[in-house]
């Protein structure tokens, strides 16, 4: 199964080279400069390209970004499930020590034990 996920991922990464290229031959100016994108904020970082980036790279920044976000996210989410789990854990090893020692303990035969029928001599 596990080979077949990385065929899978293969493909779809040589399918987006071929997209990637695809894109940077159709997004071409008449006079045959590519065409570029402003991102505001990263502009004013930017001082060698004041006229914006590619359209790929921009594609490809943004994906990045995006694979990152969604890896400190799962992050975030796998840490808050392992201390979950780790609380459960204690929780159940608490309850097995309170019922082990309910199972060990010594149940009293002192029971005194009443009748309920009234004797003749209280009538």
């Given amino acids: 199964m596990k080979i077949f996920k990385y065929m899978l991922f293969v493909v779809i990464l040589i399918f987006s ?3 990637i290229i695809q894109l940077t031959e159709l997004n071409q100016m008449n006079d045959g400069s590519p065409i570029r994108i402003k991102i505001p904020y990263l502009i004013e970082i930017d001082a060698v390209n004041p006229d914006g980036i590619k359209v790929w790279e921009a594609i490809i920044l943004t994906l990045s970004a995006g694979v990152f976000l969604g890896f400190i996210i799962a992050l975030f989410q796998m840490i808050a499930q392992k201390s979950e789990i780790i609380s459960l854990k204690s929780k159940i090893r608490r309850l097995n020590s309170e019922l082990d ?3 060990n303990h010594d149940i009293d035969d002192d029971i005194e034990i009443n009748d309920d029928n009234i004797e003749d001599s209280e009538i």
């Fill in 17 to 19: 080279v071929f997209f």
């Fill in 101 to 103: 020692n309910l199972r």
